[in-house]
């Protein structure tokens, strides 16, 4: 049995949840390989061979995979995916563009989402947004998955290193294009990666509401905003601050939800979280279903308040 991680990075560093799709992949295997695609991304691979489990790092660096286009590294994993019974990609954007092409080429069923290993060939994924969970069962020679990064704890980096093996790059595809690429910058933790979330709904009313009420609070707790697909719709808070099924699945070590009702998809992107704060006057309110702490107030005074006695 051989296995292979598909790294995700941006040539400079390699991103945690290539960590936590390691650990997936430990958890039915004792070694595994990485592959590092991408333009001067030597330092990356570097990294990645530090991590805990990982028993050679492929490295390919060619100036058509520097922005990682999903044509052009499909067509470099499909020239070693022969090698290997398991491919493996976190569930993220990168990934999930990525694995149903292999898994197309490849004629295999791929398994979406996995959130528990139970051996090689058998794996959990939620469904209906995470209301029940189905035990899935694969016979395919290669088997290609999807991780959930949040359902892993990320492996740690050691000191040792893994072997290193540059492969020869594919030509460019010619399928795509890449044109620009505009990156929020923020002070604040990444959303997908921090370890307190501050979350607001469609209850703040407006985006200087959100402003006012929400900011204070995760500038004392420093953490990293989120919000509803509700207060995004409304024009509230940016996109890429959507916490649920529809947005970035997030599981810190303390999740705060400001007047936020609870929707099932809402739900399903951060019921993970270590410890669940709610703060909602709707006694009825799906929210305190999962909350550890559930406080029913005003969000207006009640948010100010909390922020003041930190």
């Not at 991780?147 to 740690?156: E, L, Q």
């Amino acid at each position: 049995m051989s296995v292979l991680v598909i790294a995700e990075h941006d040539n400079v560093s390699l991103k945690v949840a290539t960590l936590n799709t390691v650990a997936a992949a430990l958890a039915f295997s004792s070694a595994v390989d990485v592959l590092v695609a991408g333009s001067a991304c030597h330092g990356v691979a570097a990294e990645a061979a530090k991590a805990t489990g990982v028993g050679k790092v492929l490295v390919c660096d060619s100036p058509s995979l520097a922005n990682a286009l999903a044509e052009n590294v499909t067509t470099l994993v499909m020239k070693i995916a022969k090698n290997y019974t398991h491919i493996l990609f976190a569930s993220t954007a990168q990934g999930k563009n990525v694995a149903p092409r292999v898994a197309a080429l490849l004629d295999v069923a791929q398994v979406s989402d996995v959130i528990r290993v139970i051996d090689a060939q058998t794996f959990e994924r939620p469904i209906y947004a995470g209301n029940a969970i189905a035990t899935v069962e694969s016979s395919d020679a290669i088997k290609v998955l999807t991780i959930r990064t949040t359902a892993f704890d990320a492996v740690a980096l050691g000191e040792s290193a893994a072997a290193l093996e540059n492969l020869e790059a594919p030509n460019d595809s010619g399928l795509s294009e890449f044109l620009s690429k505009e990156i929020a910058k923020s002070d604040r933790p990444e959303l997908a990666g921090a370890k307190i979330i501050v979350s607001g709904g469609r209850a703040l009313g407006s985006s200087e509401k959100f402003a006012e009420i929400m900011t204070p609070l995760a500038d004392k707790l420093g953490a990293a905003m989120g919000a509803s697909r509700a207060a995004v719709d409304a024009g509230y808070a940016p996109n890429d601050w959507q916490v649920g099924q529809t947005g970035k699945i997030v599981a810190p070590e303390l999740y705060v939800a400001c007047g936020i009702s609870g929707a099932i998809q809402h739900l399903a992107g951060m019921k993970d979280s270590k410890v669940i704060v709610a703060i909602n006057k709707d006694p009825e309110a799906p929210i305190f279903s999962v909350a550890d702490f559930g406080l029913e107030a005003d969000l207006f005074q009640a948010v100010p308040e909390l922020t003041q006695k930190l």
